[in-house]
């Protein structure tokens, strides 16, 4: 069976998607957007159809002035990330975290952490969306850029996937960055 993912309908996020990088919006404008227009769909269906973006929380790990920054290795499935470097932690949202979408956004959100990261969490903050119209991959997603400030990091649950970096400053590994991680940078840096 194919997993069952939380997305919007494209033409009610179209006002944040004209431009990419982070637009800063307020976290009650998402949470109307989710809670009136979120709807549960096949990925199958979401991955290729534009009238939907797939809401993927995108969440920056900062233990006091540094970031906890990750690349990837080459023992995971997507080849194309091979080697690339990501800001954040997250991924989608699904049906089974809830059956109601904002109520799936807020317990998905705290799954996709707990999956990938072992902290102690102290305040979380929500920035912004990442919007990237750069591919039809891209133009599926919509991300929910988050800053999670750790209180104590304990590490990443699939070290055979990602090799662990901290920095102060994450555009001195700009070129090396995949997408979403490079416009979040680019925006830290601001």
């Known amino acids: ?3 069952i993912v939380l997305v919007v309908p494209s033409r009610r996020v179209e006002q944040y998607t004209k431009e990419s990088g ?11 957007i989710v809670r009136t227009y979120g709807t ?3 990925r199958s269906i979401a991955e290729q159809d534009e009238n939907y973006r797939q809401i993927i929380p995108y969440v920056v790990l ?11 290795t080459e023992n ?7 080697n690339l470097i990501t800001l954040g932690v997250g991924g989608h949202i699904n049906m089974d975290d809830c059956d109601k979408p904002i109520c799936a ?5 705290i799954r996709e952490i707990n999956e990938e990261v072992d902290i102690i969490p102290g305040n979380i903050s929500f920035v912004g969306i990442i919007n990237d119209n750069s591919s039809e991959v891209s133009r599926v997603h919509l ?6 400030d750790v209180i104590e990091y304990r590490g990443i649950n699939e070290k055979e996937n990602f090799v662990e970096i901290r920095t102060k400053n994450p555009m001195e590994y700009v ?6 991680a490079r416009l979040t940078a680019e925006y830290l840096a601001q």
């Open 62 to 72: 900062r233990q006091k002035d540094e970031y906890i920054i990750f690349k990837r």
């Open 22 to 32: 982070v637009i800063p919006v307020n976290w009650e404008d998402v949470e109307f």
């Open 1 to 3: 069976m194919s997993e």
């Open 175 to 180: 070129d090396q960055m995949e997408g979403w």
């Open 76 to 82: 995971q499935t997507e080849a194309r990330l091979h």
């Open 40 to 42: 549960f769909i096949p």
């Open 143 to 148: 991300g929910l850029l988050f800053i999670q």
């Open 105 to 109: 956004l807020r317990h998905g959100l």
